[in-house]
């Protein structure tokens, strides 16, 4: 797993780390019981603080992603991937419903929507 | 133990500068970055931790021990980082290794010559002619081959050239990976901190002004900037410090939600930067806001 760490980004270090990784189990490439690097050889590798790296392991905890043993290290939580994409898809309908309203103040017709959306989709 | 240096309540006058009533707690395991303005008290701190000067009021322990009572066995786990190091300037350091060596229980030599290898560094070389990185890279050599538990480094990449700031600042995160050594070391140079540092010291006229892991100044502090008619008696108070000019205002604040919803689109935040920290906390006339 590869983890790119942008230091301009208006995103936090941490929230980045933590994308990722969720981003690496979601898509199947961590499985099950995978072991991640240890917290101060991923702070050492990605050259930022030990800190930043315990939270995004600590917020991956707290959500389910990954689990911890004392003195062994971090591995990869069972997913339930259904749950998981029950509410990825809440999210995405309320963003859609801030667009649907963003585009109605501005009298932009669903065909023009659906067409921006389609363009940026194939990006 | 959690802290691996506590000063509790400590006081200190000297003939133009005080300290007063000073708490601070070091964690072990992290990097602790020490911030503040030349004369801020830094060195004066550090001093009192290395029991190079003592407190005349108030206590300092370092690994939970006092220096009445165990100042060997502190010295012994502590390595030092002096921006003169006064104690090895004529001896070169096959010298040391030979003279110092005994003097600390834990001396690795397989580790000092692995060091000084990897440092390329002189070993028949006088340190007093050492360039400032080579003598800090030496200092370094000596404070991880005694297995310092803790290593107090005082302005350690000051003069230095970047590629040596970053060499240093890698071998600085190797030496944490094993989580049980601490780091302790004050710098003006706050992009190092942005990259190694877990918590932030800043010290202001002998105050500890705050002591936060890193995220947390990110998070609470903003700079703000927007027109100076924005500001009045109320809206000044948001803000821990301004800087007007004809052009605007520029302010640190740490009510960033406050401001948000007050000004919204009126003014520019941005996340403040250490420098921007230090800078507006300094003299700040609401430095806890």
């Known amino acids: 797993m590869q983890i790119i760490i942008s230091n301009s980004s208006k995103e936090p270090i941490y929230e980045q780390i933590l994308k990722q990784i969720q981003t690496a189990i979601l898509s199947g490439e961590l499985?099950?019981?995978?072991?991640?690097?240890?917290?101060?050889?991923?702070?050492?590798?990605?050259?930022?603080?030990?800190?930043?790296?315990?939270?995004?392991?600590?917020?991956?905890?707290?959500?389910?992603?990954?689990?911890?043993?004392?003195?062994?290290?971090?591995?990869?939580?069972?997913?339930?991937l259904d749950v998981i994409r029950e509410k990825k898809?809440?999210?995405?309908?309320?963003?859609?419903?801030?667009?649907?309203?963003?585009?109605?103040?501005?009298?932009?017709?669903?065909?023009?929507?659906?067409?921006?959306?389609?363009?940026?989709?194939?990006? | 133990m959690e802290n691996v240096i506590e000063l509790h309540d400590v006081s200190k006058s000297l003939k133009a500068f005080t300290i007063d009533h000073m708490d601070l707690q070091i964690k072990q395991g992290y990097v602790t970055g020490f911030i503040g303005a030349n004369g801020a008290g830094k060195s004066t701190t550090m001093k009192l931790i290395m029991n190079l000067l003592q407190p005349d009021n108030g206590e300092v322990s370092v690994f939970g021990l006092d220096y009445a009572n165990h100042e060997k066995e502190i010295k012994d786990r502590i390595g030092f980082v002096y921006d003169s190091n006064i104690f090895y300037e004529s001896l070169n350091l096959k010298d040391i290794s030979r003279i110092v060596a005994p003097a600390y229980k834990h001396w690795n030599q397989k580790q000092?010559?692995?060091?000084?290898?990897?440092?390329?560094?002189?070993?028949?070389?006088?340190?007093?002619?050492?360039?400032?990185?080579?003598?800090?890279?030496?200092?370094?050599?000596?404070?991880?081959?005694?297995?310092?538990?803790?290593?107090?480094?005082?302005?350690?990449?000051?003069?230095?050239?970047?590629?040596?700031?970053?060499?240093?600042?890698?071998?600085?995160?190797?030496?944490?990976?094993?989580?049980?050594?601490?780091?302790?070391?004050?710098?003006?140079?706050?992009?190092?901190?942005?990259?190694?540092a877990d918590?932030?010291?800043?010290?202001?006229?002998?105050?500890?002004?705050?002591?936060?892991?890193?995220?947390?100044?990110?998070?609470?502090?903003?700079?703000?900037?927007?027109?100076?008619?924005?500001?009045?008696?109320?809206?000044?108070?948001?803000?821990?410090?301004?800087?007007?000019?004809?052009?605007g205002f520029q302010a640190l604040t740490k009510k960033v939600a406050t401001v948000k919803e007050v000004f919204g689109k009126h003014v520019v935040i941005e996340e403040a930067s250490l420098e921007e920290i230090m800078f507006y906390m300094k003299g700040a006339d609401h430095p806890y806001d």
């Open chain 1, 31 to 80: 499985a099950e019981g995978d072991a991640l690097p240890s917290i101060r050889q991923l702070a050492k590798d990605l050259k930022i603080s030990v800190i930043t790296t315990k939270r995004a392991y600590e917020e991956l905890e707290k959500s389910g992603f990954i689990y911890s043993i004392v003195g062994k290290g971090s591995f990869v939580a069972e997913q339930n």
């Open chain 2, 199 to 247: 918590y932030i010291v800043l010290i202001d006229e002998g105050e500890i002004l705050f002591d936060k892991p890193v995220y947390e100044l990110q998070e609470q502090y903003a700079v703000v900037k927007g027109s100076t008619e924005l500001l009045d008696a109320d809206t000044e108070a948001y803000f821990i410090k301004i800087e007007r000019s004809p052009n």
């Open chain 2, 112 to 196: 000092f010559k692995a060091y000084v290898n990897q440092f390329e560094l002189p070993l028949n070389k006088p340190m007093k002619k050492f360039s400032k990185g080579m003598q800090m890279k030496a200092s370094i050599t000596i404070a991880l081959s005694h297995d310092a538990e803790l290593i107090v480094m005082d302005e350690p990449t000051a003069g230095l050239d970047p590629t040596s700031r970053r060499e240093l600042l890698d071998i600085f995160q190797e030496v944490m990976t094993d989580g049980k050594r601490t780091i302790l070391f004050s710098t003006h140079i706050t992009s190092d901190l942005d990259r190694i």
């Open chain 1, 89 to 123: 898809l809440r999210v995405i309908e309320e963003q859609l419903s801030a667009v649907i309203s963003n585009s109605k103040e501005i009298g932009l017709p669903y065909e023009e929507l659906q067409e921006l959306l389609k363009l940026l989709y194939e990006e």
